[in-house]
């Protein structure tokens, strides 16, 4: 198998690693690429998301259903985070309804769109989602070592309990 480190999701089969951000595709198109490099389960290929499958393109819930019918792993990035927050916000009791929201000028069209996703969401979508690692340890790889899958990245020599998990799904540099 191609193994490597990449900073995009991955979509991998004996033959080929193709990387793609694959969140800004709709659910068409990620199932073509499936195709395109002869994805199987039945072979041993295995799907990494590595955040991001939501709020980055028109099919979200349609990401997040191909993920879990392809019993596919994926770690928590900033935008999954965000969603949830909002979800947990707006299944309170006391939570204001869509209209109340717009209506109230007081979030942006950007985090009336989140929200919106977030009520959009099956409770089934929801969990899937909020049960995704913020680090994935995938463990021994021969020829690569430890592996370790993160949306953002690490703080080198910081053992991956004691990492910021906002920091964990945001890093771009570290200085």
Not at 26 to 54: N, P, R, W, Y
Not at 79 to 93: A, G
Request: hydrophobic share 40%; charged share 25%; proline share 3%.
């Amino acid at each position: 198998r191609n193994v490597g480190v990449y900073y995009s999701p991955i979509v991998s089969s004996g033959k080929s690693i193709v990387r793609r951000s694959v969140a800004n595709w709709s659910f068409l198109l990620v199932v073509k690429l499936l195709d395109k490099v002869s994805f199987s389960e039945e072979d041993g290929d295995h799907l990494i998301f590595t955040g991001d499958l939501i709020n980055k393109g028109p099919d979200s819930a349609g990401v997040v259903d191909l993920a879990r019918e392809h019993s596919a792993s994926c770690v928590r990035g900033n935008h999954e985070d965000r969603v949830l927050l909002f979800r947990h916000e707006i299944m309170s009791p006391t939570a204001m309804t869509e209209a109340e929201e717009v209506q109230s000028q007081i979030f942006s069209s950007k985090e009336l769109k989140e929200r919106a996703l977030a009520r959009s969401l099956t409770d089934e979508q929801a969990q899937w989602l909020e049960a995704c690692p913020v680090i994935l340890d995938v463990g021994f790889v021969q020829g690569m070592g430890q592996v370790a899958v993160v949306h953002g990245g690490l703080v080198p020599g910081v053992d991956f309990e004691k990492q910021d998990p906002s920091s964990v799904m945001t890093m771009r540099t570290i200085d």
